[in-house]
């Protein structure tokens, strides 16, 4: 994915991840990472939290139960997507 500001990668297990959901579900995680790279600042969402303990590198974008687990590289301006998860799941 990409675009005019940040380009969106993803990870192997997090396509994987997206094809176990219902198609409903994936569009809306897609459509709010085509929304996250589109804007200057990705860490300015409102739906973005920086992670803390072991993952304090890391950040998680939010949508409905689920949460997107990602990193993000400034000097190419790219978003790394590592695990798309549930909420439940998301901070084992």
Same mark, same amino acid.
Do not use: M, Q
């Given at each position: 994915m990409s675009g005019d500001g940040w380009r969106v990668e993803l990870s192997r297990?997090?396509?994987k991840s997206l094809g176990h959901l219902e198609d409903k579900t994936a569009l809306r995680i897609l459509d709010g990472l085509e929304d996250l790279g589109g804007i200057d600042n990705p860490l300015s969402h409102k739906d973005?939290?920086?992670l803390e303990g072991? !993952?304090? @590198?890391f950040y998680r974008f939010r949508v409905g139960e689920y949460r /997107?687990?990602?990193? !993000?590289e @400034?000097?190419?301006?790219?978003i790394g997507i590592l695990a798309? /998860?549930?909420r439940s799941q998301a901070y084992r």
């Open positions: 297990s997090a396509r973005v939290r920086a072991k !993952l304090r @590198s /997107v687990i990602f990193e !993000l @400034s000097g190419r301006k790219r798309i /998860v549930t």
